[in-house]
């Protein structure tokens, strides 16, 4: 079955950077679409990035557009999301998730996800 493993989640000081991994498996990795969400405590899951199949689109959120960059290696199965100058507000679990079809940027768009990891950003 598909699984999808985040790695790298903890304590950054606020100013530092963080980089997530998520590990893939039981599926052809480099024909799905990946992304990346959030989730804080007492809100709602929010988008943070997306990136195509190949690696060539890349889509970010407002809030971290700038500090934050997606990126993934097919032959490793593997994705990343590296955010800098972290503030206290990006604490929250964050999720890897995948999908077929390129659509929108709702949690919805995506047929999988990943259990979560959690990041805590102290001021």
């Known amino acids: 079955q598909v699984q999808l493993v985040e790695s790298g989640g903890g304590l950054v000081q606020a100013g530092g950077s963080l980089r997530l991994s998520c590990a893939a498996s039981?599926?052809?990795?480099?024909?799905?679409?990946m992304g990346w969400f959030r989730q804080a405590p007492g809100k709602e899951r929010e988008f943070v990035a997306a990136?195509?199949?190949?690696?060539?689109?890349?889509y970010y959120a407002d809030s971290v557009k700038g500090r934050c960059t997606i990126s993934r290696d097919n032959p490793k199965n593997t994705q990343y999301l590296e955010v800098n100058s972290v503030k206290p507000e990006d604490t929250a679990v964050y999720y890897c998730?995948?999908?077929?079809?390129?659509?929108?940027?709702?949690?919805?768009?995506?047929?999988?996800w990943g259990q979560g990891a959690q990041v805590t950003v102290s001021s």
């Open positions: 990136i195509s199949s190949g690696g060539v689109l890349k």
């Open positions: 039981g599926l052809t990795f480099g024909g799905y679409h």
């Open positions: 998730a995948a999908r077929r079809l390129w659509r929108g940027f709702d949690g919805s768009d995506y047929d999988y």
